[in-house]
């Protein structure tokens, strides 16, 4: 089961306020969900479930035909996937990848790599692009050891699935390790190669050149 953790996309992207208006991150957060799911389509060989009570990704969710775990808390994403991973247990589920919704350059080549490296007991990690954060997690069996997310999760989870006594791989994949946090993450997404819903937004945009904070962009009107 792939499970990807979605809270409410109407305050989605808090810092990015010096880049985009609060309607504008919106929009972006609606366009990397999309290009997450694509990937996680692409892929086909999983299940896929969103852990969300928001309602676009609902909608997103019928539309690619995932699954729901619902998430009516809505307070984290380390307790929204502690939840899920219950769920998934109870289900009889063996085996996990939790993947964000803010890596929209992921691909289904990376996807597969991540499955393709699983050992038959134990964790696949990948992580940010700094090292800090985890972009991506994959648990065999699901509740093999708790995940915390954060900046800093990346460390202590690679600690937590060592203490495990079972193999651990750690995968460095460049379109998972681009997470969409600060403007210079947005200036990478635009200048990427590709044709993601988030990079023609990002250069529709004109982020893809460096940021100046005394400027703030407006939304955009258009479909992408």
Known sequence: MILIPVKN???AKQRLGDALDQ?????LAHAMLADVLQAAADYGREDVSLV???PFALEQAASYGCGVISDAANVSETDAIEMATQVCE??????????PADI??????EV???YDSAPERGTVLVPARDKRGTNAILRRPVALF????GNDSFLPHLAAAIATDTSCVVLSLSGIALDIDTPEDLEQLAR?????????????LGLSQPFHPSVILPRVGGNI
């Not at 708790?146 to 997310?149: A, D, I, R, S, V």
């Open 9 to 11: 996309l109407a305050n």
């Open 23 to 27: 309607r504008m991150r919106t929009e």
């Open 52 to 54: 969300t009570n928001d």
């Open 90 to 99: 109870s289900r009889g589920i063996r085996t996990t990848l939790v993947i």
């Open 104 to 109: 929209p350059l992921i691909d289904v080549t």
């Open 112 to 114: 597969r790599a991540i």
């Open 146 to 149: 708790p995940l915390h997310f």
């Open 192 to 204: 990427a190669p590709g044709e993601k819903r988030s990079q023609l937004l990002a250069r529709k």
